[in-house]
């Protein structure tokens, strides 16, 4: 039996006693995660007004990389049942209340046109979430460099369904592309910012680039 590394297990402890793992047992959300996105939408509504909260009533959301579905009950319970969440992953997901689940890559046409047949009547989304990362590997500059393909798929995502004027929030990791890919957004979006939410671990690489009108 192979041994456990003691990373893994500093891992496993810090997970059992994490304050955020503890919440969502108890407020039914399936992963830690779900208080980025609350986190993030939050801070909207706190600077710039209910009106500018990410997630409203009847919206229509697509959750990249959902698995297993916590930013997905987060968005399914703020837009409510005159909403819309497609929630997308390789990954099986368990049924989400509110939520229609795609198995599969999305740069694939067939999962594609999966996602925006579930996206009908309009066949566009008013908000895209990738929360995103690979699998992590151990050599920083090689999870590094998967983490900004996976922007890089989410953004290429974005052309194909967002809807002109809608929003964005995707995971970024702070390596040798960072600034290009917020550059990048900048052309995409009338507004960008860039986060850290609080509910993210303190030694993680990953912060959350948050584009507001989409220029298509």
């Known amino acids: 039996m192979a041994k456990r ?11 059992h006693d994490d304050p955020y793992v503890l919440q969502a047992r108890k407020e039914g959300y399936r992963s830690r ?7 993030i939408d939050k801070e909207l509504q706190t600077k710039h007004g209910k009106k500018a909260a990410l997630l409203r009533p009847g919206m229509t959301v697509v959750d990249l990389g959902a698995a297993p579905g916590g930013w997905s009950q987060v968005a399914a319970k703020l837009i409510g049942k005159t909403g819309r969440v497609v929630a ?3 990954l099986p997901i368990e049924p ?31 908000l895209v979430l990738s ?29 194909q369904v967002l809807e002109p004027g809608g929003a964005a929030v995707i995971k970024l990791f702070q390596g040798s592309e960072f600034h290009e890919m917020v550059k990048h957004a900048r052309t995409m979006f ?20 948050i584009g507001l009108g989409y220029k298509n």
């Open 190 to 209: 009338a507004k960008v910012k860039v986060v850290k939410p609080k509910a993210s671990r303190a030694r993680s690489a990953e912060h959350y680039l």
């Open 96 to 126: 989400i209340v509110g939520a229609v689940v795609v198995q599969g890559d999305f740069l694939e046409e067939a999962v594609l046109k999966e996602v925006t047949k579930a996206l009908e009547p309009q066949s566009m989304a008013d």
């Open 131 to 159: 929360d995103m990362a690979p699998n992590m590997s151990g050599f920083k500059s090689a999870d590094m460099a998967r983490g900004e393909l996976l922007a890089e798929a989410a953004y290429a995502f974005i052309a």
């Open 33 to 39: 995660a779900a208080y980025k996105l609350l986190e």
């Open 88 to 90: 997308v992953d390789l």
């Open 5 to 15: 590394r003691p990373s893994s297990g500093r891992w496993l402890q810090e997970h």
